[in-house]
């Protein structure tokens, strides 16, 4: 008989990729490539001088999403994520440009794994259902 308790199975997809730490991480990476690779230069144009608030919206959202804290919609209400996309052309390109940057920082980082595990489908669904043009 052991003194110690198995460990328990983390209860949400954010505890199981590491919780805030690490989704800050992943978010600060996205912004970080955005800027550094030329091949994201369209969808950087998108997001103005600055990246601040993107960053802060982007992780709070990514908290609740995942099943952490509700950051984002204690402070903005339902995210409305189409809607608050709306004034952005989105179409292929943009949609495409948006879903690779992470994917450098989950793997550095060596959560790539445990996110794909914890979100099959991963983000390609909601990222296809915001464009809102044709090509």
């Not at 990514?62 to 339902?78: K, M």
């Not at 495409?96 to 979100?119: K, M, N, T, Y």
């Amino acid at each position: 008989m052991s003194d110690t308790a198995p460990a328990s199975k983390p209860a949400t997809p954010f505890e199981w990729v590491g919780g805030e730490g690490v989704v800050r991480a992943l978010v600060d990476r996205f912004y970080d490539l955005m800027d550094l690779e030329p091949g994201y230069a369209a969808l950087r144009a998108a997001h103005g001088s600055s990246l601040e608030s993107a960053r802060d919206k982007l992780f709070w959202f990514l908290c609740g999403w995942l099943g952490g804290p509700a950051y984002y919609t204690d402070r903005f209400g339902h995210p409305m994520l189409r809607a608050r996309h709306l004034p952005f052309s989105i179409g292929i390109l943009e949609r495409d440009q948006w879903l690779p940057p992470p994917r450098p920082g989950l793997q550095e980082g060596g959560s790539e794994h445990a996110v794909r595990g914890a979100l099959p489908e991963g983000p390609f669904p909601t990222a296809d259902w915001m464009r809102n043009k044709g090509a």
